[in-house]
């Protein structure tokens, strides 16, 4: 996977310690990222939090919503939402990129 490579150094998939954190059936609270909302700001892609179900903007976001919810909570397990073709799950503790859960 090309995106592992570019994110991580390799190719190969790398464990991840923080499976159990992941809420099953967790749903996304949101299909957009209201704190841009609230500003009038917009994004280039949401992340959805696998364990609580909040929707924050993408780190290439000038707000980054996403990473500051990370930031406060811990929560490591984050998946696009809304990207066509995107079923990965990225661990933001060990920076690891998973294929899917």
Known sequence: MVLRRAWTGTWRPSPCS???EATPGVQPQSQVC????????????????LTCGYVGCCDKAKNRHAAGHF?????????????????????????????SL
Request: charged share 30%; net charge negative.
């Open 18 to 20: 923080h499976l159990d």
């Open 34 to 49: 209201r704190e841009c909302l609230e500003l009038g700001d917009t994004w280039p892609a949401l992340r959805w939090c």
């Open 71 to 99: 930031e406060a909570t811990g929560h490591p397990l984050w998946r696009p939402l809304h990207e066509r073709g995107m079923d990965w799950v990225w661990c933001r503790v060990d920076q690891v990129l998973l294929d």
